[in-house]
C-alpha cells in the first residue's frame, strides 16, 4: 500500500506541476492582454472621489468662495491648512473679515477629506492630480487662493 | 559537416611555427581565456534580459522596453549602473574573504566552461573523465557562497550560505546519480565520446524510459544546485532579503549575479551534451528508410546552432520553472531530495544497467 501512495504522490505531483506551466505556458504563446498600466504613455482614468491633493476652485473673474472661517484649518487633523485672515472695510465702513492666505502643505496632508467636509460654503475641494515629486520640499507648501482673487458675491 | 576545426589548426599550426611550443600553448591560453571572457560578459548580457522578457511574458507583462529598441541595451545600462556604484565592504566583515569570495564564485563557473563543447573541433579540454570533472568542480562552487556568506558579517547572509550548502551538497546526490545513469548508456565520461555515441539519435530518444526520468530527474536538481526558483532558499528575499549576497554591491554583486546566470548555461549545456546530443545534429537511425538523406539534410544546420539552440530551450525550460512555481520551504525542499529524487534517481539506474545489459535500447 504504501508503495502505492507514493507513487500516487509523485503522480499527482508533477500532474499539478505541468498544469501550472501549461498556464504560464499559455500567457507566454498568447502576449496580446498586458495587465499592466502603461503609465507614462496612457494615463489612467481615476476614479471621481480620489483624492489627489486640496485644491481651492475658482471662476473664471478669479473668484473663489472662501470666507476665512477657518473651520477647514480647525477640521485638519495635522496642521496641514494655515489660513491668515484681514479685514477689508465693506462700502458702508464697516471691518469685515477676509481671507488672505490660504496656506496649503501637500507634505503633511493624509488626503482625509475632513477639510472638505467642513467646509460650509464648499470652497475646496480635492482634485485629481497626482505627480507630485518635487526636487526641493519647500515646493510642497503652496497658496491655494490665485493672486488677487476676491471672495464671491453672495458667499457669507 | 560544418567544423571548426579547421580554423583552430590552422591557428596552431601558425603559432607553432612561428614561436617555440610553450609561448605558442601561452597564447593560446589567452586567446582561449579572452574568448572565455567575452562568452561570459554576452551570456549575462543575454540571459539577464532573456529572464526579464521572459517572466515578463510569462506574467502578462512588457518587460524592460525603453532602453535602446525594444528595451535590448536594458542590461548594458544595468552593468554601466553597476559598475558605477561603490564597492562597499562592511565594517566588521572579514575583508579578505569578502573581496574573494565573489571572484572565486566566477572562477569555478570559468573552470566549468573547460570540458563543454560548442561544436565539432571548438573545445578547450577534451579531458578523458569530462562528466566527472564537472561534476566535481560544479560542486565547489558551494565554497564560494559558503565565504561569502560567512565573511559578510551578517545572520541573512550566514543562514542563506548555510541553506546554500545543505542544498547543493544533497542535490549534488541527484544529479550525479542522473548523470551516472546515462553513462550507463554511452560507456564514457569523454565529452567528445558522448557526443559521438549519439550519431544515431539523441539519447533522450535512445535511451528512452530510464533517460526521460534520468532527464526530469537532473534538470530538477541543476535547478536547485544553481539556487533558483523554486529552490532559491539560499536568496529568499522575503525571508533572508537577498541571502548569501546581502551585503555586496556594485560590481562584487554583479559578478554573483552573472555567475548565477554562466552556472545556468553551463549545467544546461551539460543537459544538452549528455541527453540532446550537444552539437550534433538530429540524426534518426540508419533503420530507418531515408534516414542517410534526413541525417544528410540536418547536417547542413552548423554545429555551433544546434548546441546554442538545445542549450537555450533547456534555459527556456529552466526559467518557466522559476515564473511558475512557488519556493519551497526548507524541509519540503530536503523531503523533495532525499525521500522521492534519489530512491527515484537509484531506483532509475538500476533500470538503466538492466536495460543496457539487455541491448533493449535503440
Given at each position: 500500500m504504501f508503495l502505492v501512495d507514493y507513487i500516487k504522490t509523485v503522480y499527482n505531483g508533477v500532474t499539478s506541476l505541468l498544469k501550472g506551466m501549461r498556464m504560464t505556458g499559455y500567457y507566454f504563446t498568447h502576449h496580446?492582454?498586458?495587465?499592466t498600466q502603461q503609465y507614462p504613455d496612457v494615463k489612467q482614468v481615476l476614479?471621481?472621489?480620489?483624492?489627489g491633493e486640496v485644491v481651492m476652485t475658482h471662476d473664471e473673474k478669479n473668484e473663489?468662495?472662501?470666507?476665512?472661517?477657518?473651520a477647514c484649518e480647525l477640521a485638519c487633523p495635522n496642521a496641514t491648512i494655515k489660513i491668515v485672515t484681514k479685514f477689508d472695510i465693506t462700502p458702508d465702513g464697516k471691518k469685515k473679515k477676509a481671507l488672505d492666505t490660504f496656506v496649503y502643505h501637500l507634505e503633511l496632508?493624509?488626503?482625509?477629506?475632513l477639510c472638505i467636509v467642513a467646509c460650509p460654503t464648499d470652497a475646496i475641494k480635492m482634485a485629481?492630480?497626482?505627480?507630485?515629486?518635487?526636487?526641493?520640499?519647500?515646493?510642497?507648501?503652496?497658496?491655494l487662493n490665485k493672486p488677487g482673487s476676491k471672495l464671491m458675491e453672495g458667499v457669507e | 559537416m560544418f567544423s571548426l576545426e579547421n580554423l583552430t589548426h590552422i591557428i596552431d599550426h601558425a603559432l607553432n611555427n612561428t614561436f617555440n611550443a610553450t609561448i605558442a600553448m601561452l597564447i593560446e591560453m589567452v586567446i582561449v581565456g579572452i574568448c572565455a571572457i567575452t562568452l561570459f560578459a554576452v551570456l549575462g548580457l543575454v540571459l539577464v534580459f532573456m529572464e526579464r522578457k521572459v517572466s515578463a511574458y510569462m506574467q502578462i507583462r512588457l518587460g524592460?522596453?525603453?532602453?535602446g529598441y525594444k528595451g535590448l541595451a536594458q542590461t548594458a545600462a544595468d552593468t554601466l549602473k553597476l559598475v558605477i556604484k561603490e564597492g562597499f565592504t562592511p565594517d566588521n566583515a572579514d575583508k579578505f574573504l569578502f573581496n574573494l569570495a565573489p571572484f572565486l564564485v566566477m572562477i569555478i563557473a570559468m573552470m566549468l566552461l573547460?570540458?563543454?563543447?560548442?561544436?565539432?573541433?571548438?573545445?578547450m579540454w577534451d579531458l578523458n573523465i569530462g562528466v566527472l570533472y564537472l561534476s566535481a568542480v560544479s560542486s565547489v562552487s558551494v565554497i564560494g557562497i559558503l565565504m561569502a556568506g560567512w565573511a559578510s558579517n551578517n545572520k541573512y547572509s550566514l543562514i542563506g550560505a548555510m541553506r546554500s550548502g545543505a542544498q547543493i551538497v544533497s542535490y549534488e546526490l541527484s544529479a550525479g546519480l542522473a548523470v551516472l545513469t546515462m553513462i550507463v548508456f554511452t560507456g564514457s565520461l569523454q565529452i567528445s565520446t558522448i557526443i559521438a555515441s549519439?550519431?544515431?539519435?539523441?539519447w533522450i530518444f535512445k535511451g528512452h524510459i530510464p533517460a526521460i526520468i534520468s532527464f526530469v530527474i537532473f534538470i530538477i536538481a541543476v535547478t536547485a544546485e544553481t539556487n533558483r526558483?523554486?529552490?532559491d532558499m539560499a536568496e529568499a528575499e522575503s525571508e533572508l532579503?537577498?541571502?548569501?549576497?546581502?551585503e555586496y554591491s556594485g560590481m562584487r554583486f554583479a559578478l554573483f549575479f552573472l555567475a548565477e546566470y554562466v552556472n545556468i548555461f553551463i549545467v544546461c549545456a551539460i543537459a544538452a551534451t549528455i541527453y540532446?546530443?550537444?552539437?550534433?545534429?538530429f540524426h534518426i537511425s540508419h533503420?530507418?528508410?531515408f534516414a542517410d538523406l534526413f541525417n544528410k539534410g540536418m547536417d547542413f544546420i552548423p554545429g555551433v546552432l544546434w548546441f546554442t539552440g538545445k542549450t537555450f530551450a533547456l534555459i527556456f525550460l529552466i526559467m518557466w520553472f522559476r515564473w511558475t512555481f512557488p519556493r519551497l520551504r526548507i524541509d519540503q525542499l530536503l523531503n523533495l531530495e532525499w525521500k522521492y529524487l534519489l530512491p527515484i534517481g537509484m531506483f532509475n539506474l538500476l533500470l538503466a544497467t538492466a536495460i543496457a545489459i539487455l541491448g533493449w535500447y535503440f
Open positions: 496580446k492582454e498586458i495587465i476614479p471621481e472621489r480620489f483624492r473663489h468662495r472662501c470666507t476665512g472661517c477657518t496632508c493624509t488626503m482625509c477629506n485629481q492630480s497626482f505627480e507630485h515629486s518635487v526636487y526641493d520640499r519647500s515646493l510642497l507648501t503652496k497658496v | 524592460p522596453n525603453r532602453v573547460a570540458p563543454i563543447a560548442f561544436t565539432k573541433g571548438l573545445q549519439q550519431q544515431d539519435g539523441w526558483a523554486p529552490f532579503t537577498a541571502g548569501f549576497h546581502t540532446f546530443g550537444g552539437w550534433m545534429p533503420s530507418i528508410p
